[in-house]
């Protein structure tokens, strides 16, 4: 049994025990619920929580930047929750004085926020000063006089020779003075004749960008002296505040513990949004997993007496949701069948079938005795250290399952980090070599040739898998027209393919049964078509899904390519290192150096192509025989967490 | 002059750069998204650098192939006799991979920039986010497979 079995049923009780039943139910885990579909009354409005939790949000991330704490590598992958209790939550609410906390940081927010506000206009104003700082005059005594006018701007550096020749040609009464420049823009102040109409013509033709400095009654440097003041006021006065702030950093984790407690308190209220009520009870229907159902009914019946729980029969077309339930082996395996998506009604659960193929490939596209023991080590180290979410703990389970036997095919291929077998002294080396059954890089062929038989025998089990469904299903006749013929037909057609290269005397019997086959399936594929035409063309058509399957096949020839890039690349790493074992004096602690990183390279992006592709061959070549992934997934109302994980 | 060992070296040096070239271009394309993913939301910075790491193999594969084919002319240990027309097979046969790498590489990367505005929206959905550009490196692979079965079965 590898998708649980579910039961809908509907939790009734008087409305007084409302609270504490949904209290349960969120502890437990165990219910899918379902919306009653009936208009709400309208004490069901927005929960009072809801809008407390960005506020926590941004106090916890604000204190967690000024803390300074830098994560560790890992936890950008894996964030760390600490596991606490729900009765500390709890207590922590009611005992911790967050209102005021949160108050104070939230006004200091805001002064931070008004201060950064204050900080960029203050630079942008001396931006805009900055290249007047040379200018003698006060400020407000930029402007035009009862016959002369002048306008302050800046120029592009490559123009200046223009300008200053329209200028002198047709304003012969005006003057130009250079302020300040660099190759890029020069600032000038432009003299002219109050009644020139052709001033604007001339800036407009040489895209003179005029600035408009602020009028006022100091010159340019003290207006600067000035700002450069307030800015360091601005700057002290921000740092008061975040040294301020620093003393609620011990209370982080505290707020964080607020910040679930409520966070539950949504999620609860969420759920309860779908029962329905009546004057005086209220019902939540929903699934749940018939394994868990005594315990559940159990536990309400002893805890609250005014309480009930009925089972429902589901409705015309309603379908379960999805809940799978595997033993211990298969279990990683999950988190590759979630990718594709969950088993949907009448459909088997992949898991099983796709899990040795899975570690297989994977292993073999690793390939490394040292990569794989290395790869089991840490990822046993963070299993046992960080406490995960369900699918991160399947992901570091799979990776440490597929380590190990990473080790095994590793032995097999010969490959130790990429050292070179015949280097290493006897007896080691001789017995390691006798070890080695393939050796992908002095003989890629066989290689090929076993990682493309191996892709036919699982397509060939996937169609298997196809046809016991159909068989389950009592549809005896499609499994076998359409699954077992053929698994008959890739069988003979394959044997032919290998025993006529190898010029075997029974090529000749399986010819004859791979023609068979296809006569088969000529005369069976076009069955359901009405006219014989149709169907004629129709069998004679499927016969074109051969090449889909020797497509498929190919594709598994990717197993060759991934195992020889980790072990040459491991090789390459190994030869540069002693290469530069003879530069003098830092030799070896450079190739100790390039030793360790080049090795630490190799493996992460050799285990992400492993685990990429290895799924890749699951969902795409193996799952196209039989799988749709059509189903829901079960998603208990439970506990939903940010900061921490509730025990 | 020894054209033979020449143009060996030149379709591994070929291998190595087109398939370098496109791993640069198309690993630049998913870092452009992934900058802007992570301004909103750094704390995404993890799952967003695999996507964007993902474009990076067709690097390593040609990288593989030039050294394969160094392997096929011993030119660590220093290099044997290649006569011409050797020589010329092993140019072309480095041309597969040096060439699909440099495209898939550049497409791979595309795929990647979708795979990572997936994951901004849906963080949940990672492991469906990091198949779609699996799909364009297949081709990738199978440039280098082609390369490698051809060096290897070309007699010198």
Known sequence: MSIADMEKIAVIGHISVKDKILSILQKDRTLHPLDAQQ???????????????????????????????????????????????????????????????????????????????????LKKERDILLPWAALKV???????????????????????????????????????????????????????????????????????????????????????????????????????????????????????YVYDYFFQKVVKKTAERKAGVTGSTFFLSGWVPKYKLPGLSEELKNEIPLCAIERVLPEEGEDPPTLLKNAAVFYPFEAITRIFGLPGKGEVDPTGPLSM??????????????????????????????????????????LFVGGIATIFVGVISGSYFGIDLARIPAPAGPFLIKMRLIDPIKNPLSVLGLSVGLGLLQIIYGIFVSMLSKIQKNQWVDGILDDGLWIFFLLSLSGYAVSS??????????????????????????????????????????????????????????????????????????????????????????????????????????????????????????????????????????????????? | MDWGIGLAIAGAAFA????????????????????????????????????????????????????????????????????????????????????AGLVSGYYQGRASVAGILLIAKRPEEMGKAIILPAMVETYAVLGLLATIILVSSIKI
């Open chain 1, 39 to 121: 208009e709400g009354p309208s004490e069901y409005k927005s929960g009072d929580f809801e809008p407390l939790l960005p506020e926590l949000e941004l106090a916890i991330s604000l204190l967690v930047k000024v803390s300074g704490k830098k994560k560790s590598f890992i936890e950008n992958f894996v964030p760390y929750k600490e596991p606490v209790e729900m009765s500390v939550l709890e207590k922590t609410s009611h005992d911790f004085d967050w209102r005021s906390v949160l108050s104070s940081i939230k006004s200091m927010e805001s002064e931070l926020s008004n201060l950064n506000n204050l900080l960029s206009t």
């Open chain 1, 501 to 647: 290269a190898a010029a075997q005397s029974y090529s000749g019997v399986l010819s004859i049964m791979s023609m068979a086959g296809a006569t088969l399936l000529v005369l069976t594929q076009g069955r359901q078509e009405k006219n014989i035409f149709q169907k004629g063309i129709k069998g004679i058509l499927s016969l074109y899904r051969t090449t889909g399957f020797l497509g498929d096949t190919l594709s598994y020839s990717r197993l060759l390519a991934l195992m020889m890039t980790t072990s040459i690349i491991g090789m390459v790493v190994n030869i540069i290192a002693e290469l530069t074992g003879n530069v003098p004096y830092i030799g070896y602690l450079l190739m100790v150096a390039i030793l360790v990183v080049g090795h630490i390279f190799n493996l992460v992006i050799s285990v992400l192509g492993a685990f990429i592709h290895s799924a890749r061959l699951q969902l795409v070549e193996f799952f196209g025989k039989f799988y749709e992934g059509s189903g829901k997934e079960f998603k208990p109302f439970g506990y939903e967490t940010k900061y921490v994980v509730i025990k």
């Open chain 2, 16 to 99: 190595a750069f087109l398939g370098a070239s496109g791993s640069a271009w198309g690993i630049s394309i998913a870092a452009e998204a992934a900058g802007g993913v992570i301004t909103e939301d750094p704390e995404k910075f993890g799952r967003v650098l695999v996507m964007l790491a993902l474009p990076g193999t067709q690097g390593f594969y040609g990288f593989l192939g030039a050294f394969y084919i160094m392997m096929k002319i011993n030119l660590l240990g220093g290099g044997m006799a290649v006569p011409f027309s050797a020589g010329l097979q092993l140019f072309f046969a480095a041309l597969p991979l040096g060439i």
């Open chain 1, 138 to 256: 006060k400020l407000k005594d930029l402007s035009c006089t009862k016959k002369t006018c002048m306008v302050a701007g800046s120029v592009k550096t490559k123009k200046m020779q223009l300008l200053q020749e329209e200028l002198s040609s047709q304003i012969p009464a005006s003057a130009i003075e250079i302020i300040s420049g660099n190759p890029d823009k020069t600032h000038v102040i432009i003299f002219y004749a109050k009644d020139s109409a052709k001033i604007d013509d001339i800036l407009s033709k040489i895209n003179f960008e005029k600035v408009s400095l602020p009028l006022s009654e100091r010159t340019a440097s003290q207006e600067l002296a000035a700002i450069e003041t307030s800015l360091k006021e601005v700057e002290q006065e921000n740092g008061t505040i975040i040294s301020e702030l620093k003393k609620y950093v011990p209370h982080l984790s505290k707020l964080s």
């Open chain 1, 357 to 398: 193929f899975y570690l297989l490939f994977f292993a073999m596209c690793l390939s490394d005795v040292g990569y794989g023991l290395i790869l089991s080590i840490v990822s046993w180290y963070y299993l046992r250290k960080l406490t995960l979410s369900e699918g991160g703990k399947k992901l570091l389970i799979l």
